[in-house]
């Protein structure tokens, strides 16, 4: 059984930004590839989805929406630019709200790693042009034709930068009529912010060459991933880079910096041993709430916050397979295995059938949680 007093802090309550919270297990932003098509809008399976995962006080991160059709990278994933699709998230966040959940919305440009099937024919953009991205055949995206390598990309020309953050503004615009608590910058995992932060992806010789510019207020959090090589990212000085963002985003009075341990690559934990480095680094230079991600378990979640590593955890895989995930840990039941089979599939199957647990009866599914 989980150690309670280890535990108390985890489900003790946190302020983040302008959203109080009652405990402090996170739902990361995961793509379920769920929303209905043509349109990309969130639909009833996405309504299912979300209300199970809902707990009272607690903050779920909505999968990456695009902020555009001609940002678009993954089939399935929903969007934020359409009425329709703004109708659909409003009835998500009012069964959220009405469960007692907060919900922030996580917009997302995935730059370069995108498919023209997906965008309405538009190229995809990058900070600069890099031929191997796109010729690397071990790289392959969801699209509507089934998994394909991301077609060709062009620099963003220096004009068009206001234009890509005119897009952010306007989707921001619709988060907020939609309800929803806040929104979740989308900075790592080799997307488009993130293609311009790491020289690996910017060889840019203008003045977006390297750095970035945000914005932001206590219902604005942002995600990045230090450290991080999922998405072909490198940079030649990663932790100096990551420590300047994060020193950076202080004067932002940000609900809440979210940091990727670099333990992961995007949904594998290729350094099972690897503590919680990247959150470390940012504690000793970001002053406001830090959520940390990747390969946390219970016991490991509980003592990255009674630590002080971090104000509170988020959990991707888990929260897949446990639509009661912080019941689950904060009673010390069993958690069940989460099948990657049908992380990308498109239908009610993987996704709205993973029992609560009350209704859990074949024990030869669980896993028992390390705690
Ligand atoms: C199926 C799946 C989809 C994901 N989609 C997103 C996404 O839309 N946005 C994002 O920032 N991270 C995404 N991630 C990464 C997760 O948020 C998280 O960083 C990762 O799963 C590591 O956390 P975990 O060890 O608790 O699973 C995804 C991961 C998985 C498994």
Redesign the pocket.
């Known amino acids: 059984m989980m150690n309670t007093s280890k535990n108390n802090r985890l489900f003790s309550p946190i302020q983040l930004g302008a959203t109080g919270l009652k405990h402090r297990v996170v739902m ?5 590839s769920r929303s209905l098509q043509p349109g990309s809008i969130p639909g009833d399976l996405m309504l299912e989805y979300y209300t199970q995962r809902t707990s009272d006080g607690g903050l779920i991160i909505s ?2 929406a695009q902020l555009s059709l001609g940002t678009s990278g993954w089939q399935g994933a929903p969007g934020m630019y359409s009425d329709a699709q703004i109708d659909g998230w409003k009835t998500i966040v009012d069964a959220v709200h009405a469960k007692g959940g907060y919900i922030f919305a ?1 917009l ?1 440009h995935p730059g370069r790693f995108s498919h023209a099937s997906l965008t309405g024919g538009a190229m995809p953009v990058s900070a600069s042009v890099d031929p191997e991205y796109w010729q690397n055949p071990s790289r392959l995206i969801s699209t509507p034709n089934g998994w394909m390598q991301p077609s060709p990309h062009r620099a963003l020309e220096k004009s068009e930068i206001l234009g890509v953050l005119e897009e952010y503004g306007k989707a921001v615009k619709r988060v907020r009529s939609a309800g929803f608590d806040g929104v979740e910058v ?1 900075a ?2 080799g997307y488009l912010i993130d293609q311009f932060l790491q020289d690996g992806s910017n060889k840019r010789t203008d003045e977006y060459g390297g750095s970035i510019d945000a914005w932001a207020n206590d219902r604005v959090g942002v ?1 990045i991933t230090p450290s991080g090589t999922f998405n072909a990212m490198a940079d030649s000085d990663p932790e100096a880079l990551h420590a300047h963002v994060a020193e950076g985003l202080n004067r932002f009075g940000l609900a809440y910096l979210h940091i ?1 341990e670099p333990r ?1 690559s ?2 594998l ?1 290729i350094k099972e041993d690897q503590p919680p480095l990247a959150t470390r680094r940012a504690r000793q230079v970001f002053k406001g709430n830090i959520i940390a ?4 378990e219970p016991d490991s979640a509980a003592a990255a916050i009674e630590q002080g590593d971090a104000d509170a955890i988020s ?4 929260f ?1 397979s446990n639509p009661d995930l912080p019941r689950r840990i904060r009673e010390g039941l069993p958690l069940a295995a989460y099948d990657r089979d049908t ?2 599939t498109f239908e009610a199957k993987g996704y709205i059938d993973y029992p609560f647990y009350n209704s859990a009866v074949d024990a030869g599914d669980l896993v028992t949680a390390r705690v």
């Open positions: 990361a932003p995961l793509t379920r999968e990456a996580q997302w989308h790592g995992n995600r990727i992961m995007g949904y934990l991600n990747g390969g946390f959990l991707g895989r888990y897949v992380f990308y």
